[in-house]
């Protein structure tokens, strides 16, 4: 039985290396396996590729600093991908090498040879020849011949691969071939209806049909479709009938120009085509019909308006130096020195840079829903000489901007931007966001902290005093019990205390104390930091409903704030252990 298997095993084996050798061979035993490169050339020294094949013949040539298409059609090339297609070609080593006798070279795809590469060179006269046949059986090598020689080379499949390159595979699928950052003007013609777009340092400017500043994301976000790879398919090289692709008379132009003496980059638009999904289009009025993907058609605005930027207040934030606001709160005005917002205007208090940080957020997402006039309209029209809210902002070495709104009615504002004076429909919240007087904005915390600042702390007034130390970021009881406690706990509480703002001032200096419940309080904390520096102590007393009165040591006022406080502090430390 063992003697039989191993006949039947080595039958098996002599079956396959007869394959292998039918497969690969194909014609002849290798004279040997080879490891050089099949052309001996570097990609640089390349100055045309020449493919030939059946009755097609694809030519690229160096030009300008890239490539450019000559055949079948004459246009840009893309210049990375024929610098791969010379990589595969170049890179390629001979696997084999078989000595062919005389007509055998038919037996492999090679009289004639199903591809002709012709590599031209710098300094020679001659181009430099490579005959590619057929794909051997095993599909991951294929069979070649430098002209002139009579061996068959064994090389890797992607030589084959890159001699059936076509055509549309080498063109440049860049839509307009201008750098994005040289781009000066955009003009847009849709109709009779013309807008131009003017770069102006990080901006863009409109003028023409539409007036005001651009979307400067959104025009990026064009300029990145424009001149990128937007070319989805080349449709025809030259149509007779161009009403056919909407680009008889084309639905919009646009133009890009780098500068007033050099001609701008002219793209026609044409008809959308769901079933292709894409557009047509194409290069000036001389080009070929292109059919450009989804993605560019939905950057280019079916409304010239909807180019323009919908912030209503341009600005950076840490460079603001002065806020006023003026509403049926009163006014307010607040300056920035050293980096501490100050409330100026009625009487200097200090300001909750919490708050004003919101404020400046809440006017720097501000955004139009509508645009009513253009720049320069009447204020009066639109309510706007009397409004119910003004906010003036003015940055650093500028001029100061005002934004103005109405009363909102039915759910909408009408506001205005100064001194641009633009008149557009905002949401009513923002009226409400911005209404804010020198009591929302002054700094009402009753323990000005940060939270990681806090190194101990001690509560009294619950079931038995509690005192807490933090030592390399963990907090402990300070006690004869000892031991660790639940940090989140504490971290929420510190959060509370230092978010906690008082609402109203009960007494600005109280002659009885008992009277508030504080002569003793209620609760009592005290708060440290690490290095053993006094940070505050709070005391609350008597609760009415939703509101506590507290005070704060060394000041004679009793305040009132949300009795919600009193129900984050631990009444003992087996709260803040369990």
């Known amino acids: 039985m063992r003697f039989r298997a191993t006949l039947a095993l080595a039958v098996l084996l002599l079956a396959l290396a007869g394959f292998y050798y039918y497969a690969e061979v194909k014609g002849g035993w290798p004279a040997k396996k080879e490891g050089a490169r099949l052309l001996d050339l570097t990609a640089e020294a390349v100055q045309a590729v020449r493919i030939t094949g059946g009755e097609t013949t694809l030519e690229t040539v160096r030009a300008d600093g890239g490539w450019r298409l000559m055949a079948p059609v004459r246009d840009r090339a893309d210049g990375a991908r024929v610098d791969r297609l010379l990589d595969e070609l170049l890179r390629a080593t001979v696997e084999r090498t078989y000595e062919v006798p005389e007509g055998g070279a038919k037996e492999y795809g090679l009289a004639p040879p199903a591809y002709t590469v012709a590599l031209t060179l710098k300094e020679r006269t001659e181009p430099i020849l490579l005959e590619i046949g057929d794909r051997a059986p095993s599909g991951i090598s294929a069979y070649a011949r430098r002209a002139g020689e009579g061996k068959v080379l064994l090389v890797p499949s992607a030589v084959r691969s890159q ?60 300029l990145r479709e424009l001149t990128g790879r937007g070319v989805k398919e080349f449709v025809a090289e030259s149509a007779a009938d161009l009403a056919r692709y909407g680009l008889a008379r084309p639905a919009a132009r646009i133009a890009l120009a780098t500068g007033e003496k050099a001609p701008p980059h002219l793209l026609l638009l044409g008809r959308s085509d769901r079933a292709r999904g894409g557009l047509y289009a194409r290069r000036g009025d001389a080009g070929p019909v292109l059919l450009l993907e989804e993605r560019v058609a939905k950057t280019i605005p079916e409304r010239l308006p909807d180019l323009r930027d919908r912030t209503l207040l341009l600005f950076a934030a840490e460079q603001v130096e002065a806020v006023s606001l003026a509403s ?251």
């Open 328 to 578: 049926q709160k009163g006014e307010v005005a607040l300056e920035r020195t050293g980096g501490t917002w100050e409330i100026v205007r009625p009487e200097r208090l200090p300001a909750d840079p919490k708050e004003v940080d919101r404020l400046l957020s809440d006017l720097a997402l501000a955004r139009a829903q509508e645009f009513l006039a253009e720049p320069g309209a009447d204020l009066r029209r639109f309510g706007l000489a009397s409004p119910g809210l003004t906010v003036t902002l003015r940055e650093k070495g500028k001029e100061p901007v005002r934004l103005l709104l109405v009363r909102p009615e039915q759910g909408r504002s009408v506001a205005a931007v100064e001194p641009e004076r633009s008149v557009v429909r905002v949401e009513a919240r923002l009226f409400t966001d911005l209404s804010r007087g020198a009591f929302d904005l002054r700094d009402r915390r009753l323990l000005p902290f940060e939270t990681g600042e806090v190194g101990s702390l001690k509560l009294t007034g619950g079931v038995a005093p509690v005192l807490l130390e933090q030592q390399q970021g963990r907090w402990r009881l300070r006690s004869s019990e000892g031991g660790e406690v639940k940090v989140l706990r504490i971290l929420e509480m510190l959060d509370v205390l230092r978010d906690l703002k008082w609402t109203a001032v009960a007494a600005e200096q109280a002659e009885d104390l008992a009277a508030y419940g504080l002569a003793p309080p209620a609760r009592e904390i005290t708060l440290w930091k690490g290095s053993g520096d006094f940070l505050g102590t709070l005391r609350f007393g008597r609760r009415e409903k939703d509101r506590v009165f507290a005070q704060r040591e060394r000041d004679p006022r009793v305040y009132v704030v949300p009795a919600a406080v009193l129900d984050r502090l631990p009444a003992s430390s087996a709260a803040l252990t369990q």
């Open 163 to 222: 001699a059936e390159t076509r055509a549309s595979d080498l063109r440049d699928r860049t839509l307009l071939a201008v750098e994005r950052e040289q781009v000066q003007r955009i003009t847009i013609a849709r109709g009779t209806t013309n807008a131009t777009l003017e770069r102006d340092g990080k901006i863009w400017r409109l003028s023409g049909a539409v007036r005001g500043r651009a979307d400067a994301n959104r025009v990026e976000d064009l």
